[in-house]
């Protein structure tokens, strides 16, 4: 069927009656409990990703740069002295253990 044809086909359909409510049956706009449970799910689920996704971007260091890393170790060791918010303390422990 070519490009033609099929514009004239939809062109000479007629037009709906005046009782057709056009695809909004009786039901059209109901949402069921079921949905609503659905979206509280979602939501909840995205909380918890939202709230991991914080903790493992709060480990990730600063730079990749090994010089620019050794510049910024005594700053990060006083950061786990006063315990700031945010740092993990003890990683300096685990990391000297290693052998480094």
Same mark, same amino acid.
């Given at each position: 069927?070519?490009?033609?044809?099929?514009?004239? #086909?939809? #062109?000479?359909?007629?037009?709906?009656?005046?009782?057709?409510?056009?695809?909004?049956? *009786? !039901?059209?706009?109901?949402?069921?409990?079921?949905?609503? #449970?659905?979206?509280?799910?979602?939501?909840?689920?995205?909380?918890? #990703?939202?709230?991991?996704?914080?903790?493992?971007?709060?480990?990730?260091?600063?730079?990749?740069?090994?010089?620019?890393?050794?510049?910024?170790?005594?700053?990060?060791?006083?950061?786990?002295?006063?315990? *700031?918010?945010?740092?993990?303390?003890? *990683?300096? *422990?685990? !990391?000297?253990?290693?052998?480094?």
């Amino acid at each position: 069927m070519s490009a033609q044809q099929t514009v004239a #086909l939809v #062109l000479a359909q007629a037009p709906p009656s005046p009782n057709d409510p056009g695809g909004q049956g *009786e !039901d059209f706009g109901k949402s069921s409990p079921v949905g609503l #449970l659905l979206l509280v799910v979602f939501a909840i689920a995205v909380v918890f #990703l939202v709230r991991s996704m914080t903790k493992h971007l709060k480990r990730v260091p600063v730079t990749f740069d090994e010089k620019r890393a050794e510049a910024a170790a005594p700053a990060r060791a006083v950061r786990e002295e006063t315990g *700031e918010p945010g740092e993990r303390t003890g *990683e300096s *422990e685990k !990391d000297d253990s290693t052998g480094s």
